[in-house]
């Protein structure tokens, strides 16, 4: 069923939006000098919010998850988790009841099935929305990381993750990547995007971040996340670099725990802060917080989103920057160990926190807030300086201008020919060929026309791509081989490895995806017993790249840093000779029997 709220497949008219907005919002769009689109005049914002009630400079704060496809007619299953979670049935309704600023788009909650359908969900919101009275537009977002973090899936263009752009070390593909996947974004009627990680990953046993930073190189990184800051924007969507004060070396993760980052003053300096100050230069517009203990930036024991001496006295005083800050996400428990999720929102304003980032009790949240300023805890002029700074970013990204996506230019925009060609060349760039003893790749079918392909096939990130066997098996017969296919998962049994052992012998050469390998895991007994049939093994880390220590018997090793079909193509066509490989190490790789030494330093990547 599709959402009705759009009307059809027409563009909504501006007539439509003034009549359907407020007074003020018309006033933005065309009253005094002409304003254009991502044009500010803060004195009309201003007078935007004085106009506003209280409740509704609440609403404008917050940015909630809602499930369904649709705004007005979801699904069952959808009603009645909203009714359950919201008690509305509705993303309509939520918005009535809360007037609230911002929606987050995830794949759990079923709002991205396809790029029409998330078009007409987003207009549908903007539409709801702005039938309020004094009604605004909605700033939706998402988490579009790419690599292993991603909510729109095919038919939508998918690039490489950040660590393999890492990998790829191109300022220019960076800043494509953010253009055109921006692009995307915004022809689906999405705003914000949750992106780059800013990061920097120096710890290998990371379990939160990895292969979603850039890399272990402050410098580096800092390049790559300014680069894609401005593909980002120059598409009029909104980059968010998180998670600051920075998330890289941490061995806790934060949606299961409260991780410390134990690093003094000056290596936070050195470390952390440069891909940040990266982005503030750069002109970002949100930048998220972490849910993370960093004593030496305050030692209060309050995660960095609930510290006001991080968010007002590092980021807004010492890095200048005065865009919109927003929490990561309030239901992780790395945020929720110390306080109770009604005093949560209530600090992370008094932090200088602007966007309060999907709270698990909406109700709870927004009326603890709304209490705070009645109770005198929080003054409503503090809310005004949130308010005016999500107002003047919705006023930049255009939306006060025109909020709605045009429905017939989704197809045009979305995953065209181009885009998808664009980033099959981007990923050729990326693909490191980390171990090649004897030359044995690239290999040839006239050679070795019979491979055998297994390994883990991991769920797809945005559920509509690989299984990731099947991915490299289908491009490697496009190269001319012929494939044979088994998934023999991240833990193989006894039983599992066997019939890989057995199907090996029938192979001119195997190629195995191996994801985050431990001393202790079967994956590494399967790649064993495969070495020791003597045909030709190529392995594939599909994620982590640290992978290759503990299999020092392979004599060919190349890294893709993520699963999607994107990588495991290119990861193909060099394994076929169809391109040679071209990354370099972004992190540097520690033996696995002594991890104070560097078995592969930053730089590291063979080529033919």
């Not at 120096?202 to 890399?215: E, K, M």
């Not at 390049?223 to 894609?228: C, K, P, S, T």
């Not at 602007?354 to 949240?365: E, T």
């Given at each position: 069923?599709?959402d009705?709220?759009?009307g ?20 933005l769009?065309?009253g ?10 803060d ?36 009603i ?11 993303a ?36 709801a ?20 973090v ?15 752009m890492?990998?790829?070390g ?52 800092s ?6 800051v ?8 909104a980059?968010?670099?998180k ?37 503030v ?33 590092i980021l ?24 109770g999720d009604?005093?949560?929102p ?7 926190v ?13 009326n603890?807030?709304l ?12 809310l005004?300086?949130?308010?005016l700074?999500?107002?003047r ?19 045009r925009?979305?995953g ?15 693909t ?27 769920a ?22 012929a ?22 012998g ?33 392995a ?12 020092p ?56």
């Open positions: 069923m599709h009705t709220s759009t059809s497949t027409a563009k909504p008219s501006r007539r439509t939006v003034l009549t359907a907005g407020a007074a003020a919002t018309a006033a769009a065309v005094g000098p002409a304003l254009a689109a991502g044009e500010v005049d004195k009309l914002l201003r007078g935007l919010v004085s106009r506003m009630t209280l409740q509704e400079k609440v609403g404008q704060l917050f940015v909630s998850r809602v499930y369904g496809h649709s705004a007005t007619a979801p699904d069952q299953a959808d009645d988790a909203n009714l359950k979670e919201f008690g509305v049935r509705t309509a309704e939520l918005i009535a009841k809360y007037r609230l600023g911002g929606v987050i788009y995830f794949v759990w909650a079923h709002n991205t099935r396809n790029p029409r359908q998330i078009t007409e969900l987003s207009n549908g919101i903007q539409r929305s702005l039938d309020q009275p004094r009604g605004l537009p909605v700033l939706i977002s998402t988490d579009q990381e790419h690599g292993i991603c909510r729109v899936g095919k038919p939508a263009t998918l690039f490489p993750g950040a660590m393999a890492g990998a790829g191109s300022r220019s593909d960076a800043r494509t990547l953010g253009r055109i996947a921006g692009r995307e974004l915004r022809a689906m009627g999405i705003r914000q995007d949750y992106t780059p990680v800013a990061d920097v990953n120096v710890n290998p046993a990371n379990p939160v971040i990895g292969v979603r930073s850039f890399g272990a190189d402050p410098a580096a990184v390049r790559l996340v300014a680069a894609e401005e593909g980002y924007q120059h598409s009029g969507v980059a968010t670099a998670h600051f004060p920075g998330h890289g070396d941490t061995e806790v993760d934060s949606h299961y725990g409260f991780p410390t980052i134990t690093h003094t003053r000056t290596q936070w300096e050195t470390l952390d802060a440069p891909p940040f100050r990266a982005a230069a750069a002109g970002i517009d949100s930048i998220m917080t972490a849910h993370i203990l960093v004593p030496a930036l305050d030692d209060s024991g309050d995660p960095a989103t609930l510290s006001r001496p991080i968010l007002t006295g807004r005083e010492q890095l200048g920057y005065d865009g919109v800050v927003v929490t990561d996400s309030l239901d992780m428990a790395g945020v929720r160990q110390k306080y009604d005093r949560v209530v600090l992370a304003l008094k932090a200088g602007d966007q309060l980032l999907n709270p698990p009790k909406l109700d709870v949240a927004w603890a807030v209490k705070a300023v009645q109770d005198g805890e929080l003054t409503e002029e503090r005004d300086e949130s308010v700074r999500v107002l970013l919705k006023a930049k990204l255009g939306l006060l201008h025109d909020p709605y996506a045009v429905p017939g230019g989704v197809d925009a979305v065209n020919l181009a885009h998808l060609a664009t980033a099959d060349r981007i990923a050729e760039r990326t490191t060929l980390l171990v090649n003893e004897g030359g044995l790749l690239p290999l040839s079918p006239a050679s070795h026309g019979k491979v055998l392909v297994l390994g883990a096939d991991l797809s990130p945005s559920g509509t791509t690989g299984p990731p066997t099947g991915v490299l098996a289908g491009a490697l017969a496009e190269q001319g081989f494939t044979t296919v088994m998934s023999t998962g991240t833990a193989p049994s006894a039983a599992v490895i066997d019939r890989a052992v057995a199907a090996a029938e192979a001119d050469a195997v190629v195995v995806g191996t994801y985050n390998v431990s001393a202790t895991s079967s994956q590494k007994t399967l790649v064993e017993r495969l070495l020791a049939t003597g045909v030709p093994v190529v594939v880390a599909v994620r982590n790249p640290y992978d290759v220590a503990r299999l018997g392979v004599r060919a090793y190349l890294a893709t840093y993520s699963w999607t079909d994107v990588e495991l193509r290119a990861a193909a066509r060099v394994i076929a000779g169809e391109v040679s490989p071209r990354g370099k190490l972004p992190v540097p790789v520690q033996r696995a029997d002594d991890p104070t030494k560097v078995l592969y330093p930053i730089g590291h990547g063979l080529t033919y």
